[in-house]
């Protein structure tokens, strides 16, 4: 029989869901360059923003898949997942063990730019001097998460703007040959979106961005 107390984490786990998915995995990095994608095609809602959603889910379950999976192992190694008793979230050493995957992908994602300005604006005063390390090696979560995230986004931007390029590149063309031909009327738009879609389309560039996405956390 499943303990009443399983309830209460579950709650609290489907609560906390969506925060976690932005704090602790691929899902910015991936949603800025999806969303800097639709902006450089110039298609106004296409892809929509449902579909950005989804790809962006898509894609991240795919990257954090090995981090699911140690996390499982870690879940059954200390009996969290046996229902019929009380979480053992008294536990310090089967939680550390738990959250270790994700500590070490935070960790191995995160620019040490940001981490070193995180420890200088660190509230001064604590019991131990701003970002140090635990014993394991672990930097702090009041740490750890920020830099992750600005990381991901820095990078998500850096990506973007590599992808924009060829698109600004095709919009200047347009506009230039079009100036021109005196068609002053004519929107560049018209002109230069079928050109965007053609080109994304023939270089596989769904492939190539999605490549490119995994790449960067391997």
């Known amino acids: 029989m499943t303990n009443p107390i399983w ?4 709650a609290s786990a489907v609560a906390a869901f969506p925060i976690a998915i932005g704090l602790l995995t691929s899902y910015i990095k991936v949603s800025v360059v999806l969303g800097m994608l639709r902006s450089g095609i110039g298609a106004q809602q296409v892809p929509s923003g449902l579909i950005i959603m989804v790809l962006s889910l ?10 699911i999976k140690d996390t499982a192992q870690a879940a059954r190694d200390g009996k969290f997942l046996d229902t019929s008793r009380p979480p053992n979230l008294s536990d310090l050493e089967s939680l550390t063990l738990l ?5 070490q992908f935070m960790q191995k994602h995160s620019g040490q730019r940001e981490i070193n300005t995180l420890r200088t604006l660190s509230v001064a005063g604590d019991a131990r001097e701003a970002g140090e390390q635990n014993q394991d090696g ?5 740490i750890l998460i920020p830099a992750f995230v600005l990381t991901e986004i820095k990078e998500g931007f850096a990506m973007g703007f590599v992808l924009l390029l060829p698109f ?13 031909m005196g068609m002053y009327m004519l929107s560049p738009m018209m002109i230069s979106l079928p050109l965007k879609l053609i080109l994304f389309v023939a270089a596989d560039g769904w492939i190539v961005l999605t490549k490119g996405l995994v790449d960067s956390y391997l």
């Open 138 to 142: 672990a930097l702090e979560l009041r």
């Open 7 to 10: 309830l209460v984490v579950l």
């Open 168 to 180: 600004l590149a095709i919009d200047l063309i347009v506009a230039n040959i079009l100036a021109g």
């Open 99 to 103: 959250t270790a995957p994700w500590r």
């Open 58 to 67: 898509a894609m991240t379950a795919f990257i954090m898949a090995p981090v």
